[in-house]
């Protein structure tokens, strides 16, 4: 057949309920951290969330590990399972699983960069391997049986010559989204990041694009969009520092310590010792702008951010984070 009469690719619906998306992030986008974001959101302000990466290595994954990931859920936000595998079978087996623990779509990982992922040649090693990545999407497609799969890139591994191959092999292994995070491999998470590589990957593609990276604040979502012609936008630090962010709504410093005291509990609640709860919350810290609630930089080790950092006592952490937030003047 002449490709001119081949049919068009079938691409099922996206389940999102809007454009904006929080990003995967290990370690922070649990079921507690993304439940209480999106509790924040109506459906057009956060159009979906997705888990942290779920590991797949030898085998396929069990579907109450896969459900574990997902959580409980608010019915109206869509939260796709992110998987990261290099090995076709157990893909396949862990992408039906994923469907049958009620994801509504499955994302592939072809971007983190951690050491230990490089050497198990998953992640960001795989942009070194484009044929790779379209296999391991075509099977993921077809395990899938006509649900949507995505997949989240990075524009290259050690530059982006590669990005719209990788964007090609990406839509030919028949995904239905294609998120690009616009820095390289060996960019790691700089500060600076080239939104050009994002409209490079639109014009190489006719699936939709979510443009990742440098999405730092409430109006970079429009204009990100606008700049790039990205049908979709996401966040991932931004939201640690602000989880209003996809509405732009200016927290006060009682409902940002609010945020804060909640997260903690919930985690507790969740079966996280407090220790690894208030590990969590200075997580959040560390990025925090919300409210204005904590003064200074992580560079400065005099700020009072450094200072309630220092905190190794989860309670009196927490009993700080509570102070910040019932404080009337700005802290200098
Ligand atoms: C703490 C942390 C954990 C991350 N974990 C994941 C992950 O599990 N899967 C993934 O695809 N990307 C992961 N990323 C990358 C983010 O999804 C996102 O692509 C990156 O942070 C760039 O977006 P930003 O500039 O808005 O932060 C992680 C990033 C951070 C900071």
Request: net charge negative; charged share 25%; aromatic share 4%.
């Amino acid at each position: 057949m002449d490709s001119a009469d081949a049919p068009a690719a079938y691409h099922p619906p996206l389940p999102f309920t809007g454009p904006n998306l929080l990003a995967p992030m290990e370690g922070v986008t649990d079921p507690v951290f993304r439940d209480l974001v999106s509790a924040l959101h109506a459906p057009r302000d956060l159009g979906g969330t997705f888990t942290e990466f779920v590991r797949v290595v030898g085998h396929a994954l069990p579907v109450e590990k896969l459900a574990e990931a997902l959580g409980a859920r608010r019915p109206h936000v869509p939260v796709g399972l992110q998987l990261m595998a290099n090995r076709l079978e157990p893909l396949e087996g862990s992408v039906a699983g994923a469907f049958e623990a009620g994801a509504p779509i499955v994302d592939l990982n072809f971007g983190c960069p951690a050491k230990g992922t490089l050497r198990g040649c998953a992640g960001a090693a795989l942009l070194d391997d484009p044929p790779r990545v379209e296999a391991l999407v075509t099977s993921a497609v077809r395990a899938a049986d006509g649900r949507p799969v995505s997949a989240k890139i990075r524009a290259g591994g050690e530059d982006d010559r590669d990005l719209e191959t990788l964007a090609r092999a990406v839509e030919a292994g028949g995904a239905a989204l294609l998120t690009v995070h616009c820095r390289t491999r060996r960019e790691g998470y700089a500060d600076t990041a080239d939104w050009e590589r994002l409209r490079r990957a639109v014009d190489a593609v006719s699936i939709p694009v979510c443009g990742n990276g440098g999405v730092d604040a409430h109006a970079d979502l429009a204009r990100v969009r606008a700049e790039t012609g990205s049908a979709f936008a996401m966040i991932g630090r931004g939201a640690l520092a602000d989880p209003w962010i996809f509405s732009g709504h200016r927290a006060d410093r009682g409902e940002a310590a609010g945020f804060l005291l909640e997260y903690f509990d919930r985690m507790r609640a969740a079966g996280c010792s407090a220790g690894q709860s208030a590990g969590r919350v200075k997580q959040l810290l560390r990025h925090w702008t919300a409210g204005a609630l904590v003064a200074g930089t992580m560079e400065d080790p005099s700020s009072e951010r450094r200072q309630i950092l220092r905190i190794a006592d989860p309670t009196a952490l927490m009993d700080a984070v509570r102070e910040c937030g019932a404080r009337t003047t700005v802290a200098p």
